[in-house]
Structure formats: structure tokens, C-alpha cells
């Protein structure tokens, strides 16, 4: 009897959890995306023969990127993507998310079930001859992947996004045949870079990761000519391109396209203003700056002072009842681990921030 009664527990708590994730999926997921389009996807894997891997000193190997691009496309019957598709990759980042936010299993049923709004290889639509193009940074130790709610909005407004999975860093990284680079630890990066601090490897690492947005952006007009998933030939606008990133790729995005006169206007998502760049005479592109509102007041004192000296007006919006973390699409399905941050509006704070960034690239990238 008891062990009948032990059985029928685990299989209520095993029901339990899987209701509590198809309510939350079928009550906002992903969020619906609320352009006009249907969502398609593809992946490209780039190479620069003019870069050393720098986190592979002696090996011969160059820096290369995994690129995933999500397009508006045709209205069409095809299969939606799965949120996750490998087995090992799952692992990974199921492992992850329970170090980091402790979550419990019961709530990482989505990583086994859910689907994207994206279908591989769907027709890009034909409205427009061209689109604007977005790159797409994530965070720090974070696959693109899941800013898919951000990603596919935009997307889904006509906007064809890239999306940089950055090795050693992003984690996981899947390359072709199954080669998978994981999150290299912070001592191994001090020891790679020559550093004894946090913020010097970030420093190090954001200079590296502007230079790949750079090389995207050399890519483009490859891709555009002639792509190899015969999709986006001929339907990326080159004279509209906006960077946007989260975090750590919030700073990234901020410092390349300062760099790069083919950015016309940048989003960063609550990320540092930069650590390299110096924009004591002013910085003339026009830039969204979205913030949780639980900064340290010096901190938030030290942006608007150095958004003072853009040449360009900067919006500047702070997101009540969000937390860094919550800037992605994980915090829609995990529960915040620290009780005293459970006050947090994942739902609407995502939606007003996805609303802000379609809105602020609707104003300055006027392909659109």
C-alpha cells in the first residue's frame, strides 16, 4: 500500500508539473509574436582565415561563429522548430540552468517540449524586395537561443536578424559534426589574455566579440550575393543595419557599431554602456539604453552622464519590476531563486521591452 501510495504521488507531482507548464505555455511562453509575418530560420557557420582563435593559441585554429538567422517568411504549413533540438545540448543547458538559478526539474519540462514559432527553411516572404538586417548579441555564457522572444518579434515586424553564438564564451557553442565548445572558465580566460581581473577579460573579450560583429557584417554582402541556403539572396538591406544585444552583447553591440559606419542604431538591453569605448566626445548613432530598475544608483548616474555627451539623443527607459535576468526567455518558465526578487513582472516587462526595441528600430532603420 505504500508503495502504491509513493507511486501515485510522483506520478501527481510528474502531472503537476507538466500542467503548470502547458498552462504557462499556452498563457505567454514565448509570447506570440505580433508582426505581420510568419517566422523562418536557418544557420550559417563562418570562418575568418585573417583571424587566430584567440582562446586556441598555438593551434592553428581560426575564429569562427555559429550564426543563426530568423526571417520573415510566407505564410506556410511547415513544421515549427523545436526550442532545443540536441539531446547533449539540452543536457548542458538543463545542467546549467540548475546551477544558476537552482531550478528544479519539474520546471525545465519546456526544454523537452517546447516549440519555437520559426520554421527551418521556410520562403522568405516577398512584401519587400530587401529587409533591414539586426545582429543579435546575447549575454554572457548565454546560447541566442533564448532571446527568442525578442528575436522572433523582430523577425516577425521584417526585420532579418542574425544571431551570434560566440565561442568560449556563449555557451554551448555546437559547430558542424557535432564539435561543441562549452563556456571557457574565468581563471583559463585571465590566463589566455594575460589579466588578473574580471573586468580586464571583459575588456578583452568585448573588443573580440565587436571585431566579430564586424565580421558579420563583411559576411552580409557575401550572403546577400550569394547564399549558400539559397534564402536570403538578394533580401538583405545593406544601407539599414542595426545592432542590438543583451548585456555583455549590449555592451558589444554599443562598441562595434561605433566602430562601423554600416550601423545606423543601436539597442542595449541592460547591459554596461562599454568597456572599452571613450565617449567623451560624443557617440553619433542613435541608441536605446533599457535597464532593470534595481541598479546601483551610481551606476545608473554614471550612464546618463555619458549619454549627456552623445551627439545623437539616447533614449534612456527603466523597466520596473525586472531583474537582469529576467531580459530572456527563461525567467517566463523558471522561478527566480532568491525570494526577496520574486516581485518580479516577467510577462510585462518582456512585453514593453520588445515593443520599445521593434519601435526604436522602426524609427531608425527607415527601411521599414
Known sequence: MKRFLMLFFVLA????????????????????????????????????KNRPEPHAKGTGAHRELMVQVWY????????????????????????????????????????????????????????????????????????????SVFIEELA?????????????????????GGRIIKKMPMEKLKQIWGVSTDDEVATHEQK????????VLDKLADINAGDPNNILR????????????????????????????????????DGRFSYNADFDHGFNKPTLFIRNAYHKRDKKDQLLEQLKKMQYPAEYHEIPKMLHSSFSDIMLFITEPDPKKRSVDVLAGLQKTRKLVVNFFKTHLSGL
Open 208 to 215: 573580440l566579440w565587436a571585431a566579430d560583429i564586424q565580421f
Open 234 to 269: 538578394g533580401k538583405l538591406d545593406l544601407n539599414h543595419i542595426g545592432l542590438a544585444g543583451h548585456s555583455f552583447g549590449g555592451g558589444s553591440s554599443i562598441q562595434a557599431c561605433a566602430l562601423d559606419v554600416r550601423c545606423k542604431a543601436a539597442a542595449n538591453i
Open 72 to 147: 520573415p517568411a510566407e505564410k506556410n504549413d511547415l513544421s515549427k522548430t523545436p526550442y532545443i533540438a540536441s539531446e547533449d545540448i539540452k543536457k548542458m543547458v538543463r545542467n546549467d540552468l540548475k546551477e544558476v538559478f537552482k531550478a528544479q526539474d519539474s520546471e525545465l519540462v519546456f526544454l523537452d517540449i517546447l516549440k519555437t514559432h520559426a520554421s527551418e527553411d521556410a520562403p522568405i516572404a516577398t512584401t519587400k524586395s530587401n529587409y533591414p538586417v539586426i545582429i543579435f548579441s546575447p549575454g554572457n555564457g548565454a546560447p541566442i537561443n533564448i532571446y
Open 156 to 176: 516577425s515586424h521584417g526585420y532579418v536578424v542574425f544571431g551570434i553564438n560566440y565561442p568560449y564564451l556563449s555557451s554551448p557553442v555546437v559547430f558542424p
Open 13 to 48: 507531482i510528474t502531472i503537476a508539473g507538466l500542467f503548470l507548464y502547458n498552462y504557462k505555455a499556452e498563457t505567454h511562453g514565448l509570447l506570440e509574436p505580433t508582426g505581420p509575418y510568419a517566422i523562418g530560420t536557418c544557420v550559417y557557420h563562418l570562418v575568418d
